[in-house]
Every structure is written in structure tokens, then in C-alpha cells.
RNA sequence: GGAGAGAUGGCUGAGUGGUCGAAAGCGCCGCACUCGAAAUGCGGUAUACCAGCAAUGGUAUCCAGGGUUCAAAUCCCUGUCUCUCCGCCA
């Protein structure tokens, strides 16, 4: 959520960002401001009312004033009952306007986005290099049929070698986070519908969520989690900057996705994904945001693995953030950078829904800046590395940041 | 799943319809005393919004949302959470 006060103030200048990601037919700041205005003159009268009520109330009233005062009070119930509309329409109204987008984001949609890092090289094959989908199926990795015999299309079981390299990377994961003093989270895996609001993902994620029968919705990011985690609380200014990452299982319906192009593990209703999160002072989230970004391309590049990193324009930036970087892998048989990690600062939009504040120098509270970046999503890495690191035998060699965590006999992923 | 108890300021805890934004204690901050500290004494100590240049004033907030009443921390309803007992438990 922005800042009304900012919206009022600065309105030309919100209007100028919002721009570079939103349509102008879809942006009326002045809407907003008159809501304003039409709250703020009912409040004045509103207010009035009730201090006289207060006034009368001090003591036992006459009846003459008793009278009075259940006029008073229905006059009262009536403008309240107005206020409120005007509030909900205007709490609407501002919910729905995006973040600011950063200074250096660019304007425009997916179109625009820039890579501006690159690691590695494209691999090149003097031999027919296969799928991971394939390799994954010879190499007795996943199973791909019974999971779908189980719970249907969309689903994967790891067995066996496939789910001992699934686990070093998550190992891998955690040691990593570890190391840079992160505390490590495991969340519950369903979440509530207040709290689903607060981390901003509905109402906009309803139908790509899934829903229990108690009216729970199952994680989709873990994202969510540490979004509610401090919320309604005001911060120990002296443990600031908190950091944390959680692991989660991920749970999206995709609804309407591309199956057919993306095969396998690229696009799932489950997936493992480890989760950064910062709460920062104000002053400092620009520098976290490089601190997680690095921590999150380290780990990549731990692996040996090519991929770039894409500076997101404000459209396709997800709507709280003021600016994102994406970190793409490469995977060979789609000839793509598919995205394993999204690294974001949201500034104190997600803090001011979530009301999450630390106290300021002047002792003033004041709302924190949230940051994310997902460190790492393990769907899409698993392919990488089986595509990009495939022999001509039809074996993988398993990356040596992992090997610490696997039996010898795994380092070179061979048919059984 | 059934029965019962509870939720009050940073904390403990009083308050069962009006003078209660809320006693008391603790904590914290300031001042006095002291060479300094402790002890003691005095004063202060929530948040949000609105009006105002400001001083200040107003409104709301006693888990949340509704209701009753001229008036609600207090009465009624619903929900959430915590605790106790019983049942169930792949």
C-alpha cells in the first residue's frame, strides 16, 4: 500500500512513476485525493457529534438531554454508516495502485527487460544432448508416471538418486544461508485468508491458489509466511536488519500454464524453494537488496551453472515491489533462461499493509522495508544442472558444490 | 469432536453500565539527594487519525466484528486465540 500523505503531497511525482507501469486510463490519483477530501469533511462533522454525546455522557443525563441525544445518536449512526462507505472505497482504491517503481527500473512491460549479468556460457554438445525429462526418466531420477497415477498431472516423485540430489541442493541451500547469519524458518505449508491479504497475494492469486475446506490456502511461496511473521509489530530497532529464510514445499495451481513447452519440472503444482527475507531500516534496503542478490548469484554460480540475470521493468514487476531482478538458468532443450530466483525490495509497501514498524531516531514509529529473493527454487536448477552438465554418455557429472552431501558413488549421476 | 475458563497499557494486574484512556505495582525516562552509585523522593511515561504555524484540542482504540443503551472495558451475539478436562487419533 502507498502513502495517502505521499499521494496528496507529491501527487505529480507518484503520477510519474506509476506510469512507467501502469496505463494512464488506469490511473486517477485525484479520484483518490477526493475520497479523501469527502472522508475528511465527514470525519470533522462526525467527530463534532460524538464529542458532544462524550460531553453528555459525563455524568446521568436529564431527561431533556436524553432526548437530545438519541436524535444526536441517530444522526451519528447515519454519517457513520457514510464514512465507512467512503472509507472501504477509498482503502479500494489504494490498495489496488502498485508500488513505486525504483528510479532505475525501467518503464514498460516484459519487453523491457535488460540482462545485465551473465555467468558462464551456453554449453555446447558434439552429440545429441537430451532432455532433462528424459535424462531424468533413464537415470532413474523421477518418476514421472506414478506421481501422476497419484495425484495427477502437474506432480513429480523424486526417488532414490534423483531425491539424494534434491536434498544436496537443499543442504547445499541451508549451509550457505547459514554462513551469513540467516535464521532459518520452517513455516506451516497453510496459510489463512487474512494473511494471504496482508502478504498482498490476494486477492490478485485467488484462483492460483489452492483452497482447503477450512478455508486455508496451501503455500505458494514461502514469501508469504515471512511476510505475516512480524506483522502488526513494531521491531527491536537494535536487531534490525532481521534476516531470514524459510524452505517450504510450494503449492500453485497453474491454471491454464503452458504444459506442453514446459515439460517436466520447469512448471509444477509443487516444488522446493528456499526463501529470503530482510526487515530493514529504510536507509539500508538498497543496500540488503545487493547483499541478497549476490548471496542468491554466489549460489548459483557455486553450482557452475550458466545463467543471467534480467532487471525486471516496472510492469513485470510483481505489484508490491519497486523494483526486481530475476536470476534465469540456462536449460538447453528449451533453448530459455527459465528463472530460479526473484530478488525484490518492496520498500515499506508490503510493511505498511502488513503494519510492521520499528522505532526511528526521533522515537517515532516508522515502517520497516521488506525484501525477498528466493535462494534458491530447486525445479528449475535440477534440470539445469541435468541438461547443462549431460555426457556424451548419458551421464550426468553431479556439480562438486553438492558432492560434500552425496555418496561417492553419485557424483556422476549413471543408469542403474 | 464435547464441556468449561479466560483475553485489559511495555509487563503483572484491578475494574460488572456514567466522573474509566483506564487503579496499583513493576519497568522505562527526567529531576532532586550523592564524590559516584544504590536506596529514597518528585514528575513524566500508548497508538492512530482529524483540526491547528504551534501550544493545544478533538475522535477512536480494554482480542476482533456486530448489537442493546441517552451512555459500554463492563450487558448480548458471532468469530479468533490461549488454558483445563473428556473423546478421537491413519
Redo the contacts with the bound molecule.
Keep these: 500500500m502507498l502513502d495517502l500523505k505521499l499521494i496528496r503531497e507529491e501527487t505529480e511525482k507518484v503520477q510519474t512513476a506509476l506510469l512507467k507501469r501502469m496505463s494512464p486510463e488506469d490511473l486517477d490519483l485525484q479520484k483518490i485525493i477526493n475520497l479523501d477530501n469527502q472522508r ?1 469533511s465527514l ?2 462533522v462526525l ?2 457529534k ?2 458532544e ?9 436529564t431527561e431533556e438531554i ?1 432526548i437530545k ?2 436524535v444526536l ?1 441517530e444522526e451519528i449512526k447515519t454519517e457513520e454508516d457514510e464514512l465507512n462507505k467512503v472509507e472501504l472505497e477509498l482503502k479500494e482504491a489504494i490498495s489496488a495502485l502498485p508500488n513505486l517503481p525504483a528510479d532505475d527500473v525501467l518503464s514498460g512491460g516484459k519487453e523491457n527487460n535488460q540482462a545485465i549479468y551473465t555467468f558462464g556460457e551456453k554449453p555446447s554438445f558434439d552429440f545429441t544432448p537430451k532432455d532433462h525429462v528424459e535424462l531424468a526418466t533413464d537415470l532413474g531420477l523421477i518418476d514421472y508416471p506414478r506421481a501422476a497415477k497419484m495425484s495427477g498431472a502437474g506432480f513429480w516423485i523424486y526417488k532414490g538418486a534423483g531425491a539424494q540430489l534434491e536434498w544436496a541442493l537443499l543442504n547445499y541451500f541451508t549451509e550457505h544461508h547459514n554462513q551469513r547469519n540467516y535464521r532459518f524458518i520452517l513455516p506451516p505449508y497453510l496459510l489463512n485468508e487474512s494473511s494471504a491479504y496482508a502478504s498482498g497475494h490476494l486477492p490478485k492469486f485467488r484462483e492460483d491458489l489452492f483452497w482447503t475446506e477450512d478455508g486455508l490456502c496451501l503455500n505458494a511461496t514461502s514469501e508469504m509466511m515471512l511476510n505475516n511473521y512480524h506483522r502488526d509489530e513494531i521491531l527491536p530497532t537494535e536487531e534490525l536488519p532481521l534476516k531470514y529464510y524459510a524452505y517450504s514445499a510450494c503449492f500453485r495451481r497453474e491454471a491454464g500454464s503452458y504444459r506442453k513447452e514446459e515439460r517436466g519440472m520447469i512448471r509444477g503444482h509443487q516444488f522446493n524453494k528456499m526463501e529470503m527475507f530482510q526487515f530493514t531500516k529504510p536507509e539500508d534496503s538498497w543496500l540488503a537488496f545487493e547483499e541478497i542478490l549476490t548471496s542468491a548469484k554466489e549460489m548459483i554460480e557455486g553450482l557452475g551453472l550458466h545463467f543471467q540475470i534480467s532487471k525486471l521493468a516496472a510492469g513485470d514487476c510483481s505489484s508490491a515491489m519497486a523494483k526486481t531482478v530475476d536470476l534465469e538458468v540456462w536449460i538447453p532443450s528449451m533453448e530459455i533462461y527459465k528463472e530460479v530466483s526473484s530478488v525484490s525490495n518492496a520498500l515499506d509497501y508490503q510493511a505498511r499493509r502488513s503494519n510492521i514498524r520499528f522505532k526511528n531516531s526521533n522515537g ?2 516508522e515502517f520497516v522495508h521488506t525484501l525477498n529473493g528466493s535462494g534458491l527454487a530447486t525445479s528449475r536448477l535440477f534440470p539445469a544442472i541435468l541438461e547443462q552438465f549431460q555426457t556424451s554418455e548419458g551421464t550426468v557429472k553431479v556439480p562438486v558444490a553438492l558432492r560434500k552431501y552425496l555418496p561417492e558413488d553419485l557424483w556422476e549421476l549413471k543408469k542403474k
Aim: overall charge positive; cysteine-free; aromatic content about 0%.
Design positions: 475528511r470525519l470533522l467527530e463534532e460524538k464529542g454525546r462524550n460531553r453528555s455522557s459525563k455524568a446521568k443525563p436524553i441525544m438519541k445518536g517515532k514509529n
